[in-house]
């Protein structure tokens, strides 16, 4: 069984993919509720459109991630001065292991802003849906804000401070244009 300490190498060079993708996934999915809600969409679009930019969006990323990676890989072999160094660049950073972690985090958090729009299709909610999918959005920023934070080793506040408030724009940003838009075609 493996300790902390080692399962902890073992994952770390992954947990900059795991915030990557959180971030983004969190930040897009709430940005096309926030967009929809602004635009007035039933809920049920929303659940549509949403869980679209989940699974579409989040493979996008993760075939990203895996290219990038590559690309990276195949680079520092070009220039390896010897074949010690080759050898430490292909047990390095797996590329297909960053995509990998990079969509499952996509999915994991970027669910979030959605899952009150499902608890409400499944049992109506009789209040205001979008301020429970904008409470769960905010807890899936802490998560990874939070998470953000230990990689990097800041305090926890910062990350997860930055990470809302970048959040809050996303989603201001994707409000306004939605009610815009709306207004206009109307």
């Known amino acids: 069984m493996a300790t902390t300490s080692t399962l902890y190498q073992k994952t770390e060079k992954y947990l900059g993919e795991f915030v990557y993708g959180g971030i983004d996934g969190c930040v897009t999915t709430f940005a096309v509720v926030a967009g929809s809600v602004g635009a007035n969409l039933d809920s049920s679009i929303i659940i549509i459109l949403g869980f679209a930019n989940l699974l579409a969006d989040g ?32 047990e390095s950073v797996n590329p297909l292991s960053k995509g990998f972690v990079t969509y499952i985090s996509f ?11 499902v608890v409400d299709y499944i049992n109506p909610i009789t209040t205001n ?6 409470i769960c959005t905010g807890i ?30 996303a989603a201001l940003v994707s409000y306004y244009v939605g009610d815009f838009i709306e207004g206009m075609i109307k």
Request: no cysteine; net charge positive; aromatic share 14%.
């Open 107 to 117: 999915l994991f958090i970027g669910i979030f802003p959605l899952l009150a729009y």
């Open 140 to 169: 899936g920023f802490i998560i990874v804000g939070s998470l953000k934070s230990y990689v990097n080793h800041k305090a926890i506040w910062k990350g997860v401070a930055e990470t809302l408030l970048l959040g809050l724009l």
């Open 59 to 90: 493979f996008a990323m993760s075939i990203g991630a895996y290219l990038s990676a590559k690309t990276e890989k195949e680079n520092n072999l070009k220039y390896a001065d010897n074949k010690n160094d080759a050898i430490k660049i292909e």
């Open 129 to 134: 849906v979008f301020l429970y999918s904008s």
